[in-house]
């Protein structure tokens, strides 16, 4: 018996005027984005959006499985212009070990997709793009990524159990919405030019979108091991005066300059999770809720009474947090809240801080140390070169 995957069961249909008619069989393969010119079908979009369901357990994908598509759309383009292609052996083994990770031969795994109705098609071109956009990175920054034996050094020395680091720094919060996005990122270029400490706060007042503008951009004293794990390393590669490379959010560019450092005899603790509460609606009815909450006890009443509002809670190690709000989470104590603007226009996010939950610390090897420099250096470097790909192509919405 020859069994059929979904793409070619489909195809067949099309072919031969199956009971579907030819209007559906159209529409499923019809663009429904372009990406310089280079096509996204419905058909593909469907896959996405049911294999992100799979993948993570969640029906809101909708959206990310869109944005997911257009991303890789633009690393597969960028890995062409370099002449990076993956081996036919290279990519098995890609397939193999991802099922490996889900306790499944690449075999079984294609079955249970298969049975979700996702087409090993679908499957295949996931696992290429994440293993060749790794080459690309790797080609176009490796020398960038590798940290210094200083580096190394602070960063160890912030881990280990004789005691700790704590940093000072000043933050500015650009605004940066689509239409804003390229200014904000040459007032942040400008900015990290700047080497005064009295400067960039001054500069903090005028442009910081953050409520610690009032300050000057001034944050409390913080300890390294408190920052989001993506920023940590950041941090730790740092002079006092020197100023991070501009991150990039949703809606944002943030830049840190660093403004002190100093060591604590007391042992350090690392953050095993961070708990926090995100209240999502429309602005008006978020900035309501604000006014009336105290705790993230007080969220749940709130959400409750207005049908409006969506609260998720969430109980995340750093390293699981995105960037778009580990960033904005570092300067909350237990309670505080800050609002971002969401992606949809009249939307908003209340992020609130509940808890961080701290263990102990364990020992840790310098190659380790070096390994987690890098990859947060070269994830950074990934994300920036990614945004700038995005603000530069041509990508129409059918």
């Keep these: ?75 597969m383009a960028a890995a062409s212009l370099l002449g990076i292609a993956l081996s036919e052996d290279i990519l098995t083994q890609a397939m193999s070990a991802f099922a490996a990770n889900a306790n499944r031969s690449l075999g079984q795994l294609l079955i249970d997709l298969a049975q979700d109705g996702i087409d090993e098609k679908t499957y295949r071109d996931y696992i290429e793009v994440g293993t060749t956009w790794r080459e690309v990175v790797r080609s176009r920054f490796a020398s960038r990524g590798n940290p210094t034996e200083e580096e190394i050094d602070r960063a160890l020395a912030s881990t280990g ?77 740092l002079h006092p005066g020197q100023i991070t490379e501009p991150l990039e959010v949703q809606n944002a560019i943030v830049l840190f300059q660093l403004r ?18 995100l209240l999502s609606g429309p602005a ?8 009336k909450a105290d705790t993230c006890d007080d969220l749940f009443g709130l959400a409750k009474a207005e049908p409006a509002l969506e609260l998720t809670i969430q109980s995340q190690t750093p390293d699981q947090i995105s960037r778009f709000i580990a ?44 390994g987690n420099l890098r990859s947060a250096r070269l994830t950074s470097l990934s994300d920036g070169y990614l945004a700038e790909l995005r603000s530069n192509a041509d990508i129409i919405f059918h």
């Design 260 to 277: 002190d450092v100093a060591e604590s005899s007391a042992t350090g603790a690392k953050i095993s999770a961070i708990e926090y509460a």
């Design 161 to 237: 159990d004789q005691g700790g680091i704590q940093v000072l720094l000043t933050e500015i919060v650009l605004p940066a919405a689509p239409e804003q996005l390229a200014n904000a990122r040459q007032t942040a270029e400008r900015l990290t030019r700047i080497k005064s400490a009295s400067q960039f706060s001054e500069q903090a007042r005028l442009l910081s979108a953050s409520r610690s503008s009032k300050n000057g951009g001034e944050l409390e004293w913080t300890n390294l091991n408190d920052l989001p794990a993506g920023l940590r390393p950041i941090i730790s590669g």
């Design 1 to 75: 018996m020859v069994k059929l995957t979904l793409r070619k069961y489909l195809t067949a249909l099309v072919l031969i005027g199956g009971v579907t008619g030819p209007s559906l069989a159209q529409s499923l393969f019809d663009p429904v984005i372009s990406v310089d010119r280079s096509a996204i079908t419905q058909y593909e979009l469907e896959q996405r959006i049911q294999f992100l369901r799979i993948l993570e357990r969640s029906t809101d994908v909708d959206e990310r499985a869109r944005e997911s598509l257009i991303d890789d759309h633009l690393k």
């Design 327 to 370: 960033l904005r989470i570092t300067s909350l104590d237990k309670n505080e809240f800050i609002i971002l603007p969401a992606a949809q226009t009249g939307q908003a996010d209340l992020v609130m801080l509940c808890a961080r939950v701290h263990m102990a610390l364990k020992n840790v090897s310098r190659a380790q140390i070096a």
């Design 284 to 291: 008006e009815a978020v900035a309501t809720a604000s006014r």
